[in-house]
């Protein structure tokens, strides 16, 4: 599908308003989620981002079960079915070259079609969008008594070198990976992020006959990570490599001394797929690299006047790299918080804990996926795992589970969790 340079008519050349009741900084998913919810509600919302959509994401594409259910949710899963490419399973594959197939409801799109598509969902429920803006810093009113950061009160943009003030009632952050905006917001609390990803497509004519999946694959030669190849469709495949990081008790990351091109090279050496892709491929583009921010560490969510939402907070799953359902997910609940305190004319101390608590109940989810991420630094324990599924039904069905979170991947490589691979 073809895109104009902006899905908004009036958004590229119209004058910035001087005032509304909630302005959203960043249309990716969150950013998108959130303005729709709102505008839907009949709240004045003003979408803004530094680009202009459709634009490239560095990211894997993949769709799996939580992005389906908050699409539908936005009611647009249909139609970005029409355009992404279906997939039957995961393909996970060990160092030893063993691979289960694990079923799931699963897709591929790439982000700059998603990205355009839910853009341009928020401006049809009612935000007003204008791009190219760029997020320059907060407004804030003046200090309380007690001397601590006044309540946000609106943003400084710029737009082709003119300044303008843009006063809000709420400011959404979802600047995604990026911690200026956060560090200038007073949010952030790690800026090291929580890994790197690269990637890039390549369309080989000679597979196009091939089963549609998703392949994610383990070997020694991709620690701290693994490596992925999934299809996006006219003989084309998004292939990529990811690294995550070890996360200190404190909760900040240490980097790893990881250098994703020799990576990338060691992935087209070691599985025959990444090798027959690349060998009779012309890879389209560039490769592109990109932060993780993960765990929903890191960062405050919001402040008086002001929340964050989507990999600004961390909402990209640790050990899969998985952020686009969450990303969503997370916009979606704070557009649900600030409604439900417009609702109940809750203060903004309310509605920052209410929006807070939500996140927090997400928490444990995540936690489970940093527990996994343990296969990315030890991947002999991805072939234990896809030795037993290979033989036991039960524990490939939780591992389709994993995909559409009802089941644990943390408890699957516990001690306890081993012991049961080992004995059932």
Request: hydrophobic share 45%; charged share 20%; with cysteine.
């Amino acid at each position: 599908m073809t895109f104009a340079a902006n899905p908004d008519p009036t958004g590229a050349d119209a004058a910035l308003p001087s005032r509304c009741e909630v302005l959203v900084v960043g249309s990716g998913p969150a950013g998108a989620a959130c303005a729709t919810l709102l505008a839907r509600a009949g709240v004045q919302v003003v979408l803004i981002d530094q680009q202009v959509f459709p634009r490239e994401k560095v990211c894997g594409d993949g769709l799996i079960p939580d992005a389906h259910h908050a699409l539908a949710r936005l009611g647009l899963l249909e139609a970005v079915m029409a355009q992404a490419c279906p997939v039957e399973h995961v393909r996970c594959v060990g160092p030893s070259g063993a691979h289960v197939d694990v079923p799931g409801r699963l897709a591929v799109l790439p982000r700059r079609e998603l990205d355009a598509l839910l853009q341009r969902h928020a401006i049809e429920a009612g935000a007003r969008c204008h791009t190219p803006v760029k997020f320059e810093g907060l407004l804030e009113a003046a200090p309380g008594p007690a001397g601590g950061p006044g309540r946000v009160v609106g943003a400084r943009l710029s737009r082709a070198g003119t300044f303008h003030e843009l006063h809000a009632d709420w400011v959404v952050l979802a600047t995604g990976a990026p911690v200026p905006p956060m560090v200038g917001a007073g949010l952030c609390t790690r800026r090291t992020p929580s890994g790197i990803a690269l990637r890039g497509y390549v369309r080989n004519p000679a597979l196009a006959g091939q089963p549609r999946r998703m392949e994610v694959v383990w070997h020694r030669e991709l620690r701290p990570g693994y490596g992925w190849i999934f299809p996006v469709g006219d003989a084309t495949f998004n292939i990529g490599v990811g690294a995550f990081f070890d996360t200190r008790c404190d909760g900040r990351s240490v980097a790893a001394d990881v250098n994703l091109r020799r990576v990338f090279e060691a992935f087209t050496r070691v599985h025959p797929a990444a090798a027959a892709l690349m060998s009779g491929g012309e890879l389209l583009g560039r490769l592109e690299g990109a932060p993780l921010r993960c765990t929903l560490r890191g960062a405050h969510s919001g402040r008086p006047g002001l929340l964050a939402t989507g990999e600004a907070v961390g909402s990209t799953y640790d050990f899969t790299g998985e952020g686009i359902g969450k990303a969503l997910e997370t916009g979606l609940l704070a557009a649900e918080a600030l409604l439900g305190g417009r609702e109940r004319g809750a203060p903004a101390e309310a509605i920052c804990a209410d929006y807070d608590a939500a996140l927090q109940r997400l928490r444990p989810r995540f936690d489970l996926y940093e527990r996994a991420n343990r296969v990315n630094r030890h991947p002999w324990l991805a072939d234990l795992v896809i030795w037993r599924a290979r033989r036991s039904p039960r524990l490939l069905r939780r591992m389709s589970g994993v995909l559409d979170e009802t089941s644990n991947p943390g408890h699957l490589i516990t001690a306890r969790g081993l012991l049961k691979l080992l004995l059932q």
